[in-house]
């Protein structure tokens, strides 16, 4: 597998015609700020975000008028764990899909501007408790 690479991402993001591509984009700044650790590459043709050479936080571009971003434990099944727990001041922002899956719906620009801080604070929990 080639190494992970920022520029097949902004190419990827060049091409893309999204409505939301500036939020899209936003998010992804906030997301690479939030640990070093973090690297990214297009996984399931979105945004992937890779941490320990595991994908634990990829963009959903399916929705029309939103994106979503997944958290998740990788592509490859996992023992079963339930992260929710970890979550409990976050509950608004989340929505699970299974006790280690939830995804984070953003509408624009005010909504990603909104959450923010609680994005970076999610994101950094879920790399500490999802490996």
Same mark, same amino acid.
């Given at each position: 597998m080639p190494k992970p690479? &920022? @520029? $097949?991402?902004?190419?990827?993001?060049?091409q893309l015609d999204h409505?939301?591509?500036?939020?899209?984009?936003?998010?992804?700044?906030?997301?690479?700020?939030?640990?070093?650790?973090? &690297? @990214? $590459?297009i996984k399931w043709?979105?945004?992937s975000f890779l941490f320990q050479n595991d994908d634990r936080v990829?963009?959903?571009?399916?929705?029309?008028?939103?994106?979503?971003l997944v958290l998740h434990?990788?592509?490859?099944?996992?023992?079963?764990?339930d992260l929710r727990l970890f979550f409990e001041h976050a509950q608004e922002l989340l929505e699970w899909s299974a006790p280690?899956?939830?995804?984070?719906?953003?509408?624009g620009m005010n909504d990603v501007e909104s959450k923010r801080d609680v994005l970076q604070a999610v994101i950094r929990k879920?790399?500490?408790v999802s490996g």
């Open positions: 690479s &920022s @520029e $097949h991402v902004e190419n990827f993001l060049k409505p939301l591509k500036p939020e899209m984009e936003e998010v992804r700044k906030i997301i690479l700020n939030t640990d070093e650790g973090l &690297s @990214e $590459h043709n979105a945004p990829t963009f959903n571009l399916h929705g029309k008028g939103f994106f979503r434990r990788g592509a490859k099944s996992k023992d079963p764990v280690d899956r939830a995804t984070i719906r953003f509408t879920w790399l500490e």
